[in-house]
């Protein structure tokens, strides 16, 4: 049960984070965001980090990541 928490937690605390990106970002990074949001690739999920240099919302999507990254480490290496 503990595990499904944190997943949903993770997963519900990354969309929101993209989904604030695209909400308030101007231009092609709101754009891409959307993208992300429509498709969570890895080829969409990587143009938008490219594009987080330099900006407010970068280190709010890294740790939106790593929580992801983290629940998935956790899975592949316990099962």
Not at 2 to 30: K, P, W, Y
Not at 44 to 56: D, E
Not at 58 to 76: D, N, V
Request: glycine share 8%.
């Amino acid at each position: 049960m503990i595990m499904h928490l944190e997943t949903s937690l993770a997963r519900n605390g990354f969309f929101v984070c993209v989904g604030q990106i695209a909400r308030l970002a101007e231009g092609e990074d709101g754009a891409l965001a959307r993208a992300v949001l429509e498709q969570p690739d890895y080829a969409n999920l990587r143009r938008l980090l490219n594009a987080s240099h330099g900006k407010p919302w970068r280190l709010p999507l890294l740790e939106a990541l790593a929580e992801i990254g983290m629940l998935y480490a956790q899975e592949m290496v316990y099962g």
